[in-house]
């Protein structure tokens, strides 16, 4: 099972079929929240 694996990821001989590329991840993700609003408040003002 391992073996077969690893040549499928690694290598070994290609499939006869067209393959699609891989894509290997690794690491953390992270989200970021983007907010879009229409004026942002004047330094040192109370508006919140």
Request: charged content about 25%; overall charge negative; aromatic content about 6%.
């Amino acid at each position: 099972m391992i073996s077969s694996f690893y040549e499928r990821i690694v290598g070994g001989s290609p499939p006869s079929e067209v393959s699609k590329p891989k894509i290997l991840c690794v690491g953390l993700t992270c989200l970021d929240i983007v907010q879009m609003v229409k004026s942002f408040p004047v330094e040192d003002s109370d508006m919140r």
